[in-house]
């Protein structure tokens, strides 16, 4: 087997083994259940065609057809962005305030949806360090091949450092239900959607280009905001919201939203290219993807592999254009909690 191969086989079996992250996890946890971090009721309900939906692959066989880069294929709801990171009884109580009422203006919900799109990037990176570290002894690697799997392990540990910082703040603020300290702005929308997504992101570079955080530093201290789509009583919302310990780059980010915004730009095709490359937890309406000419789907798919490759280095002006006239989605509300 191919080293490209057992990586892939490592990692699917590491996927696999089941913990609640539940910051009160213990003796309750005897079962371990297949979470969705995309609600499947909720925003999957809203796109899912025939039961199914496109979610981005990244196995060796998508990677050889498209020459390197992950693109969409067709999966059932039932499977569609599902994590085993949390245990039955504790994903039914904590989750009940957004699993069974709509969005809303409300501190407790975005904290919920934010949390649970921190244990999905939690149970993820956790993984990824556990699988390279495992990955160093394959036998035959040369030293110049072991020394690229142990600069990865360090990368991936440097992110998980990073995120469970952030991971034992949002622990701290849902054990002691202390909500107010959590941002966000909401952006309404009655119209169809064709993508839904739950993810985050340690904000690297602003709309305009301008830098925010020097992601390169070695040190966990980095700011993160965290993103998703809910259904509302009025249709579904695209938000990002942050902790208020994260103000000074998420603030920054979101001012220079309104600043392109003020200038003309629009705001669905802004989002669209923020969804697209800051996220890989993505579910696609099967149609929506399938009509689009494929010059829109390169453009698309190229956005969505900004972060897909870690050992290319991002650009300052990956948020500035592109994917312009691809959303079908428009937004006639905003509420802001800042």
């Known amino acids: 087997m191919s080293f490209s191969n057992a990586h892939q086989a490592a ?23 297949a979470a969705h971090s995309i609600q499947k009721q909720g925003q999957l309900r809203l796109i899912a065609e025939s039961g199914h939906v496109y979610r981005l692959n990244s196995d060796i066989s998508t990677l050889k057809e498209s020459g390197g880069i992950p693109l969409p294929k067709k999966i059932g709801v039932n499977r569609a ?28 919900q975005v904290a919920l949806y934010a949390y649970r799109s ?16 495992e990955m160093r002894s394959y036998p035959g ?26 991971k034992d703040i949002y622990d701290a603020s849902l054990a002691h239900r202390d909500f107010a300290g959590f941002k966000f702005t909401i952006f309404g929308s009655t119209s169809r959607c064709s993508l839904q997504a739950s993810g985050l992101i340690f904000p690297d570079f602003d709309f305009k280009g301008r830098p925010l955080q020097h992601l390169g530093l070695r040190t966990n201290q980095m700011d993160l905001l965290t993103f ?17 310990s994260s103000d000074e ?23 669209l ?3 697209l490359a800051c996220c890989e937890n993505h579910a696609i309406r099967m149609s929506w993807w399938d009509e689009l000419p494929e010059p829109a789907k390169k453009q698309a798919t190229d956005m969505m592999a900004v972060m897909a490759d870690p050992t290319v280095a991002v650009t300052a002006d990956y948020l500035t254009g592109g994917c312009e006239g691809l959303a079908d989605w428009s937004f006639d509300r905003i509420q802001v909690a800042c």
């Open 11 to 33: 990692m699917k079996q590491q996927s696999k083994k089941g913990r609640c992250l539940h910051f009160k996890d213990g003796t309750r946890c005897n079962e371990i259940i």
């Open 141 to 166: 690697l040369s030293s110049a091949q072991q020394q690229f799997l142990q600069d990865g392990v360090d990368g991936h540990l440097l992110g998980f450092e990073r995120l469970r910082r952030h």
């Open 249 to 271: 780059s998420c603030l920054r980010l979101m001012q220079s939203l309104v600043e392109e915004v003020r200038q003309g730009l629009k705001l669905e095709d802004m989002l």
């Open 273 to 275: 290219r923020f969804s």
């Open 81 to 108: 962005s599902t994590f085993v990171g949390m245990c039955k009884h504790h994903d039914n109580k904590l989750f009940e305030p957004i699993d069974n009422k709509l969005l809303s203006y409300d501190h407790e």
């Open 118 to 133: 921190i244990c999905r990037e939690y149970f993820v990176k956790e993984n990824a360090v556990t699988t390279l570290g």
């Open 228 to 244: 998703f789509t809910a259904p509302t009583e009025c249709g579904w919302a695209l938000v990002l919201a942050w902790h208020e």
